[in-house]
């Protein structure tokens, strides 16, 4: 086949509330990062003579991806990867890399449209071991989305809301990696599954009164908006010291963001460490 040139650049992603509690079937919240993102590049050029990728140090991952997805003879060209998304932070570092190799290999798989969301989601597999599909969607969607897994991709929401609160971003400093937080949450179930259940109850009951908030605040209904997204957001944290996902150097930058005049501070991503985002009334 002729590889074609190709080049896509994708946003990173944040969570406003519904981590963890998405893999049992909650619904969450997440919004393309407005500044972070990934752009990958291939430029065919047969006088490579093989596949060439740029950096040298993204060779080992994009090699070992690819190699096992495609079993034709790869093209002669540079493969260039460029990304300002953190890794270990929480903003969808893989889930962004997951949907740009699968977007880049779409026609060389056989992909349908519809199907670049579900193989990406697999692909993210190797990396987390177990994915909702939420970051993927919403990097793949490049718009805010409620999602549910239980739903599959009929379970993806697209919010129409593009005027946004005030929402900042902070890092922790702290890296950690989503494999091991999911085991943490995943034993914290285990041992206590009466309290698991509530936090979980509450963790999704906060993302319906998020998406309520963002739609009124899209609507004009900014007091009140931010009064519901302020609920859902330290809900959402309440949950994330219930599965002891707080490091102690969050909890310092949780409380400078309040002593700051922030309205609700919490982790956006896995926990451990990793971006906090904070609400901020209107300036």
Not at 89 to 96: K, R
Not at 213 to 229: D, P, Q, T, V
Request: charged share 20%; proline share 5%; with cysteine.
């Amino acid at each position: 086949m002729t590889w074609e040139a190709f080049k896509i650049t994708l946003p990173a992603k944040w969570v406003l509330t519904g981590e963890h509690s998405v893999l049992v079937g909650a619904t969450a919240v997440a919004l393309p990062h407005p500044s972070l993102s990934l752009t990958l590049e291939f430029t065919p050029d047969p006088s490579l003579r093989s596949l060439v990728y740029h950096p040298e140090h993204t060779q080992e991952i994009l090699s070992q991806l690819i190699s096992e997805l495609v079993q034709t003879e790869l093209p002669s060209g540079r493969l260039s990867l460029m990304s300002h998304i953190p890794i270990g932070a929480g903003m969808g570092s893989s889930a962004a890399l997951c949907v740009a190799i699968t977007q880049w290999l779409a026609p060389v798989l056989g992909l349908a449209r519809d199907q670049i969301i579900e193989f990406a989601t697999q692909l993210e597999h190797k990396f987390h071991g177990k994915s909702s599909g939420m970051d993927v969607a919403v990097i793949a969607s490049q718009m805010p989305i409620a999602f549910r897994r239980a739903q599959g991709l009929s379970g993806i929401q697209k919010l129409e809301v593009s005027n946004l609160p005030r929402f900042t971003f902070h890092d922790t400093g702290i890296r950690s990696r989503t494999r091991d937080c999911i085991e943490k949450v995943e034993k914290y179930r285990s041992d206590d599954p009466q309290a698991a259940q509530a936090s979980d109850q509450r963790m999704g009951q906060a993302s319906l009164i998020a998406v309520d908030g963002l739609r009124k605040f899209h609507s004009g209904e900014k007091h009140e908006a931010l009064e519901l997204l302020k609920r859902a957001i330290v809900d959402a944290q309440a949950c994330f010291y219930d599965w002891g996902l707080v490091p102690q150097e969050a909890k310092q930058l949780e409380h400078e963001l309040y002593a700051q005049g922030a309205l609700a501070v919490k982790l956006t991503g896995a926990g451990g460490g990793g971006m906090m985002i904070a609400l901020w009334a209107e300036s």
